[in-house]
Structure formats: structure tokens, C-alpha cells
């Protein structure tokens, strides 16, 4: 059966696009199409993260051949400027893993997966990150943030997991949560205040330390589209959440995937649909990080 996630990457590999910024995007320019030909392709490819060191980028893939399902996790290397050598996860399952994202200390790989064993639809895993390039063993995060429905796009600094959910409550359907680390594993997600409504929320980056959060709302992620959103902190909750200032991210398009490139903190990446530069279904790119206004006390 069908799931959201691909309902999601359905309509945002056809749905029609901006071609201009406006003057509100004057101050935002986007950098450009993330790796032409090896990871932004003919194919779907989602949610890129960069490692601290600069070295490796990882992102997803629904239907990119070659892999152990049909989402798998992909990796290319940084070799004379220019991301190269991708290949598939050995972390790949039967089933569909996605979402990935490096954690702040370059330490662990956290994505989801619906692979046999977990707690309901889609878990959240992580695995080490290991100095030769490679990956260790799979691990389930555990019953404190996997609940029976879908849990999706896992974000890790410090002591704090942000994610998405349908199965803690919330204000609606999916909805953003935050966990803390209780030195075994991470548990008691509490929403991340000002931000969750009954709409869907879900693919959330911290910027600034958590002062501002750019997040993915849709009315309905199953049949609407899918808009990238900026919040500023307003010293107890993020406020005023507006449609980020980027050419593409279209009132009756789908952009997704924002994750903070950890190794030039001043630029994010972002999935979507460009008229141009455009690569394939569904393409990653990169664009300079929104200015931070926000105050602390949200985390």
C-alpha cells in the first residue's frame, strides 16, 4: 500500500513551480542544485545531510536502482570538489529506509525505517558512524519515541531528538516533537511548542541553536501540498511561522527535506522541484540559511 511519504514525493514530482523569488527572496539566494548527476538524478531523491567533516553526503531515494528495497539510503564522497563514488547504505533493509540526517557530532546516521521488528509503521533507527566511511550495527531507538503509527525525519543535537509523529497526540495529525536523552536512550517527546496545528507537520531543522525552526506543513500530506515553513523563537514558543523565502517552495508545490548543512552552518539543503537547474523527479539543493531573529527558551 501506498504511504504518505510517497503520496508526498508524488505531488511534488509533478506539481508546478515559481520560476522567480520576488523581492522577498532577494535575500535568500539559492545556491544551486546539489551534485548534477550522481546525487541529484533522473530519480526522487530526498532529504540530503552533510557530515561536520564535509567529507560525506547521504540522502534518500524511492526509486533509485540499485539498492536493498525500494527507498534506500544513499552516499557519495567529497573527492576534488565534487561529490563522487554514490553508492547505497549497508544499513539498507528489505523494506523502505529514508530520512536521514547526521547527528551535530558526526557520531551516529538516524533515519527511519519500516523494517521488520520495530514498534509500528515507520520507526526511527540510527547507526554509528565509523571512521573508515562505513556504518555499524542497526539500532531501534526504542519504545520512547517509536510508537504504533509513523515516526519520520530524525534530527539529533546533543541530548535532543527532534522528529515527526502521528503517535504521541498532538494538535493534529503529524506533529513535531522533541526528546531528551536520559543517558540510555531517548524519551519523553513533548511538542515542540507554537508550531503543530491540525495540519501535518513534519521534516524540521533547528537553526541557531533553536532560536528559528524551518519545518514542512501541509493541510493534508496524503492529497495537499507541501510548504517549507520559518518560525522564529519568541522566548517560550516559535511564532508566526511564514512560508520560507525560496523560488520553488510554491503555495501549489512540495518542498521538503530542510536539514542544515553541519560542516557550513550558513547554508541549508532542501528537496524539491525547480524549473532550473532541475535534474530529475525530485532534486536536492542547496540555499543560503534564512537569518536567525529568534531568542531562546524553546528548547
Not at 72 to 94: E, I, K
Request: proline share 6%; hydrophobic share 40%; glycine share 14%.
Amino acid at each position: 500500500m501506498e504511504t504518505d511519504v510517497a503520496r508526498v514525493l508524488a505531488m511534488a514530482m509533478s506539481a508546478a513551480v515559481l520560476s522567480g523569488c520576488g523581492a522577498a527572496g532577494a535575500a535568500l539566494q539559492e545556491f544551486g542544485i546539489e551534485g548534477m548527476g550522481v546525487v541529484s538524478t533522473p530519480h526522487a531523491e530526498v532529504r540530503g545531510s552533510v557530515s561536520p567533516d564535509g567529507q560525506r553526503i547521504v540522502w534518500g531515494s524511492t526509486d533509485r536502482a540499485g539498492g536493498a528495497g525500494g527507498w534506500d539510503l544513499w552516499q557519495a564522497t567529497l573527492r576534488d570538489g565534487r561529490w563522487q563514488d554514490p553508492r547505497p547504505l549497508p544499513v539498507n533493509s528489505p523494506g523502505n529506509d529514508f530520512d536521514p540526517a547526521f547527528s551535530a557530532d558526526g557520531r551516529w546516521l538516524y533515519f527511519f525505517s519500516n523494517r521488520a521488528g520495530g514498534f509500528g509503521g515507520d520507526d526511527l533507527y540510527r547507526a554509528a558512524v565509523l571512521a573508515d566511511g562505513g556504518f555499524g550495527e542497526v539500532e531501534n531507538l526504542g519504545a520512547g519515541v517509536n510508537g504504533k503509527g509513523d515516526e519520520w525525519a530524525p534530527s539529533a543535537a546533543g541530548t535532543r531528538l527532534l522528529f515527526a509523529s502521528d503517535s504521541f497526540g498532538g494538535a493534529g495529525r503529524h506533529d513535531l516533537f522533541v526528546a531528551r536523552w536520559d543517558g540510555k536512550a531517548f524519551v519523553d517527546p513533548q511538542p515542540v511548542p507554537g508550531i503543530n496545528t491540525a495540519a501535518d507537520e513534519f521534516d524540521a531543522a533547528w537553526l541557531g541553536d533553536g532560536r528559528a525552526i524551518v519545518f514542512a506543513r501541509s493541510d493534508d500530506v496524503a492529497r495537499a501540498p507541501v510548504r517549507l515553513m520559518l518560525a522564529q523563537c519568541d522566548g517560550s514558543a516559535y511564532a508566526e511561522a511564514q512560508p520560507l523565502a525560496l523560488s520553488f517552495n510554491a503555495a501549489d508545490g512540495s518542498t521538503l527535506g530542510p536539514v542544515l548543512d553541519l560542516s557550513k552552518p550558513t547554508e541549508l539543503l532542501v528537496s524539491g522541484s525547480a524549473k532550473a537547474p532541475k535534474a530529475g523527479k525530485t532534486d536536492i539543493y542547496r540555499m543560503r540559511a534564512p537569518a536567525v531573529t529568534g531568542k531562546d527558551g524553546c528548547l
